[in-house]
């Protein structure tokens, strides 16, 4: 090896390939067949991303020296980069043929099997990088990622956290298991994690912005509202850094600052979609829709693949009315891969709209429970045409569904494969086209009913209560609060003016929101039924015998809600401004349930004013039934 091979190779090993470039170029008009120039020319144009000057170089140096490994490397890695996983492997196996100790052959072959789907080779390929070097980073870092993308989230926190007790200076190791531990929700054991990172890279964007996120999502305001003015301090006019600043603002609910730092993003990169549509998600709960619509179409046309922006576009559609695009954008809410897998039917074909190819159908419920209680109406249209379709939902609504009467079968999604069918369709997406131009489906309520047995036994109950009976629910599912439907919940604080003489309340609440009872200064005047009902595993089957027997229901924008309605009984639901576009953008009435009246707030965050409407109403109803009332009482 000559002087000027000598020191391109220190070259390549500094990552230096511009110098080793322009040596090796200076070399080959010397001698144009030298294969060792050529391949170390391959390698420095291979650094430089310049992958065509870099598959010249390496194709040349084979056809002179056709085993030479670092040839073959550069030309996998060439393929690497086109996403050519198969051709790139190909060249891998050569060069692992003629150096089997060459570690970072092997792991972009794990990095090329793992992106071509191929995880278990993928590991096979770490593990042997393993034997050959037991303590390399790489191989913990590729085998954590591994076995989260194959969902065994516990395999990767053991290889993080044994990297980061071998290497404890090493940011990336505490970076990734920060990482690993935000999605398992254990945010403390994250922060301390990005701390250490922090600490060995105090100025990395992603390590600060990561920490500020695990901040958030574990309550510590303070700490990330500092952190993210630090950020937006050290990176005024970075895009990254206003888009996540926005997204903290808009934790708070504070819209107007939300709205600021998205435009301060998209005025420094025009053509960021994401910050286009959190744009129009921050517009959309401020009420002004036709600037969301706006900010939601220009987030599809700069990435119109990206389903989170086509859904977020149906929704601001479905909301004010324009149901026919918003039904077909509403499919993007996840792909038809994630479909299939959900319903368990691979060799099933998809229900394309026609009655009669439904015959045989299945419908996949795929959402929560209030959406399914009130997506389950559309099995009377297919009975109305003839077609008994199965039901396949969450084991614990089987029961209510089957009230109904619709559908020939009703069962668990873990039991699908006792029920044969040869065409499925998810449940929410049959608005598409039953009524492609409409926002509901008009019908005849109940179209559930209560158990007779439990019917009896929770009205004998409820008869020994000589008040006017009112179930209420104030808390729905915070994990799907975080976007569109935040802020729809209210505390049962406000609830207190409900709390009239002749009242009796009794809570249905269950999960997040049922410890608000505890240490309640008015505790006393409602009855805790929630924890009582219910407890057989299947969802409602007591609740709606309790609404069989009660006076009213009165509810946030919760499943109860639904479960109401479809019941045919009187139920008033409280919606924040933003209500979700099943509600519609006004008015005390709804086409999906006659029974149900609606009362909005008038002012972002005002829940005072929709009780106190509500008590009025109360006390007014109460007043035209008192004679009744007193008879009882006597």
């Given at each position: 090896m000559n002087s000027s091979h000598h020191l391109a190779s220190a070259a390549l090993s500094r990552g230096d390939y511009a110098t080793a470039r322009r040596l090796m170029q200076e070399?080959?008009?010397?001698?144009?067949?030298?294969?060792?120039?050529?391949?170390?020319?391959?390698?420095?144009?291979?650094?430089?991303?310049?992958?065509?000057?870099?598959?010249?170089?390496?194709?040349?140096?084979?056809?002179?020296?056709?085993?030479?490994?670092?040839?073959?490397?550069?030309?996998?890695?060439?393929?690497?980069a086109a996403k050519e996983w198969s051709a790139a492997i190909g060249y891998l196996n050569r060069t692992i043929e003629v150096k089997p100790a060459f570690i970072e052959a092997w792991l972009q072959k794990a990095h090329a099997h793992h992106q071509s789907g191929d995880l278990a080779s993928a590991q096979g390929a770490l593990l042997t990088a393993r034997q050959l070097q037991p303590s390399d980073a790489r191989v913990c870092l590729g085998l954590s990622q591994l076995y989260q993308d194959a969902g065994h989230p516990d395999e990767a926190l053991k290889e993080l956290e044994q990297l980061c007790q071998m290497h404890p200076q090493l940011a990336a190791a505490w970076f990734n298991l920060g990482n690993l531990l935000v999605s398992r929700l254990q945010y403390a054991a994250a922060i301390e994690a990005y701390q250490h990172a922090r600490m060995l890279t105090?100025?990395?964007?992603?390590?600060?912005?990561?920490?500020?996120?695990?901040?958030?999502?574990?309550?510590?305001?303070?700490?990330?509202?500092?952190?993210?003015?630090?950020?937006?301090?050290?990176?005024?006019?970075?895009?990254l850094v206003l888009l996540q600043l926005g997204n903290f603002f808009s934790h708070l609910d504070n819209l107007n600052e939300a709205e600021r730092s998205y435009r301060a993003a998209i005025e420094c990169q025009p053509t960021y979609a994401a910050a286009w549509s959190n744009l129009g998600n921050t517009l959309h709960a401020e009420?002004?829709?036709?600037?969301?619509?706006?900010?939601?179409?220009?987030?599809?046309?700069?990435?119109?693949?990206?389903?989170?922006?086509?859904?977020?576009?149906?929704?601001?559609?479905?909301?004010?009315?324009?149901?026919?695009?918003?039904?077909?954008?509403?499919?993007?809410?996840?792909?038809?891969?994630?479909l299939l897998t959900f319903s368990g039917r691979h060799g099933a074909k998809r229900?394309?709209?026609?009655?009669?190819?439904?015959?045989?159908?299945?419908?996949?419920?795929?959402?929560?429970?209030?959406?399914?209680?009130?997506?389950?109406?559309?099995?009377?249209?297919?009975?109305?045409?003839?077609?008994?379709?199965?039901?396949?939902?969450?084991?614990?609504?089987?029961?209510?569904?089957?009230?109904?009467?619709?559908?020939?079968?009703?069962?668990?999604?873990?039991?699908v494969d006792k029920y044969p069918a040869s065409t499925w369709y998810p449940l929410l997406s049959v608005a598409r086209w039953i009524h492609p131009r409409a926002g509901f489906f008009a019908m005849p309520t109940p179209y559930l009913k209560a158990?007779?047995?439990?019917?009896?036994?929770?009205?004998?109950?409820?008869?020994?209560?000589?008040?006017?009976?009112?179930?209420?629910?104030?808390?729905?599912?915070?994990?799907?609060?975080?976007?569109?439907?935040?802020?729809?919940?209210?505390?049962?604080?406000?609830?207190?003016?409900?709390?009239?003489?002749?009242?009796?309340?009794?809570?249905?609440?269950?999960?997040?929101?049922y410890e608000q009872l505890e240490g309640l200064a008015w505790r006393a005047q409602?009855?805790?039924?929630?924890?009582?009902?219910?407890?057989?595993?299947?969802?409602?089957?007591?609740?709606?015998?309790?609404?069989?027997?009660?006076?009213?229901?009165?509810?946030?924008?919760?499943?109860?809600?639904?479960?109401?309605?479809?019941?045919?009984?009187?139920?008033?639901?409280?919606?924040?401004?933003?209500?979700?576009?099943?509600?519609?953008?006004?008015?005390?009435?709804?086409?999906?349930?006659?029974?149900?009246?609606?009362?909005?707030?008038?002012?972002?965050?005002?829940?005072?004013?929709?009780?106190?409407?509500?008590?009025?109403?109360?006390?007014?109803?109460?007043?035209?039934?008192?004679?009744?009332l007193t008879r009882e009482k006597g």
């Open positions: 070399s080959l008009t010397q001698s144009p067949k030298d294969a060792a120039a050529l391949t170390m020319l391959g390698m420095a144009c291979a650094g430089l991303n310049d992958w065509h000057a870099a598959k010249t170089a390496s194709g040349l140096a084979l056809s002179i020296q056709p085993d030479d490994p670092y040839a073959l490397y550069t030309l996998a890695n060439v393929h690497i105090p100025h990395d964007k992603s390590t600060l912005l990561n920490l500020a996120k695990a901040y958030t999502d574990d309550g510590q305001l303070s700490q990330a509202q500092s952190l993210y003015e630090h950020l937006r301090n050290t990176h005024p006019k970075d895009p009420g002004r829709l036709n600037e969301a619509l706006e900010a939601h179409r220009e987030a599809v046309r700069l990435t119109p693949g990206v389903r989170e922006y086509q859904a977020n576009l149906a929704l601001a559609e479905l909301t004010i009315g324009e149901f026919e695009s918003g039904w077909v954008r509403f499919e993007a809410r996840f792909d038809d891969r994630a229900w394309g709209g026609e009655p009669e190819t439904a015959s045989d159908l299945v419908l996949v419920a795929e959402a929560g429970l209030g959406d399914v209680i009130q997506y389950l109406r559309y099995g009377r249209w297919f009975n109305e045409h003839g077609i008994r379709p199965q039901l396949q939902c969450a084991a614990s609504l089987v029961a209510l569904a089957r009230s109904s009467g619709f559908f020939s079968e009703v069962y668990a999604h873990q039991a158990d007779a047995d439990r019917l009896a036994h929770w009205q004998s109950a409820l008869n020994t209560i000589p008040k006017f009976k009112v179930a209420i629910v104030w808390q729905g599912n915070p994990a799907v609060e975080k976007n569109s439907l935040r802020g729809r919940s209210l505390p049962l604080s406000f609830f207190e003016p409900l709390a009239q003489p002749d009242v009796q309340l009794i809570s249905l609440q269950k999960g997040a929101g409602v009855l805790d039924w929630g924890a009582i009902a219910d407890l057989s595993g299947s969802a409602f089957i007591d609740s709606a015998a309790i609404l069989g027997g009660v006076d009213l229901v009165i509810t946030s924008d919760t499943s109860l809600a639904h479960l109401a309605g479809a019941l045919g009984r009187p139920v008033w639901v409280a919606l924040h401004s933003h209500a979700d576009w099943r509600w519609g953008m006004h008015g005390d009435a709804t086409g999906w349930y006659p029974s149900m009246r609606l009362y909005r707030q008038t002012t972002r965050g005002d829940w005072r004013a929709v009780i106190d409407q509500m008590q009025s109403d109360l006390t007014r109803l109460i007043s035209s039934i008192r004679p009744t």
